[in-house]
Each structure stands twice: as C-alpha cells, then as structure tokens.
Nanobody, 115 residues
Framework: QVQLVESGGGLVEPGGSLRLSCVVS????????MCWYRQVPGKERELVAN???????NYADSTKGRFTITRGNAKNTVYLQMNSLKVEETAVYYC?????????WGQGTQVTVSS
C-alpha cells in the first residue's frame, strides 16, 4: 500500500518559518516529480512548488524567494522549507508524488499562520 506521510505543520506567527517533510512508502520506483500543494476551504488546490528528477524546481510566484523544495537522501522523500510566512498562507499542505501512470497524494498537514 502506497502512503505519503506529511509532517512539520503547525502554528507559526507571521514572518516565521516551518519545514514540511513528506515520506513515501510502498513504492519501489522513484517518483520523478515530487510536489507540494496547498488548499484552503472553498478554493482549489494550488501548486506551491515541485521538484523534478535530480533537482529542477518550480515555484508559485507568491512563494519564490521564501520557499525552498528539496529532495531527501532517502528515495521519495521531499521537504519544503517555508520562510517569512504570511497569514494568507494558512492552509492544508499536501504532498504529491507522480510519474507517468502513477499519482499519489498524502493526507495533508495543517499550517496556520497567525499572531
């Protein structure tokens, strides 16, 4: 059974930082594209950042310069370092791993930015 488990969410003050982690289990091959999405109630899930292959990265315009996505040394592990967080970035953050023919989602981790 494939599982993507996110961790690292929580409550942080505006301007603070969090580091999200995602560990994939139950998959024997490399997921070429690892992504972080976020979603707030009533809105569509949006792509925050993704990393393809060995390191090509892509970021939502609103997160460039503040967020960094990296792969871990272990297969199918990905991190999201989030700095200078804003109140409007309060959301459930989801990990996604995919390659042609395969697409997996985690259950999400809540990030709340509030003073």
């Amino acid at each position: 059974q494939v599982q993507l488990v996110e961790s690292g969410g929580g409550l942080v003050e505006p301007g603070g930082s969090l580091r999200l982690s995602c560990v994939v289990s139950g998959v024997i091959f490399n997921l070429n594209n690892m992504c972080w999405y976020r979603q707030v109630p009533g809105k569509e899930r949006e792509l925050v950042a993704n990393i393809v292959g060995d390191g090509m990265t892509n970021y939502a315009d609103s997160t460039k310069g503040r967020f960094t996505i990296t792969r871990g040394n272990a297969k199918n592990t990905v991190y999201l370092q989030m700095n200078s967080l804003k109140v409007e970035e309060t959301a459930v953050y989801y990990c996604n791993g995919n390659k042609i023919g395969y697409n997996y989602w985690g259950q999400g981790t809540q990030v709340t930015v509030s003073s």
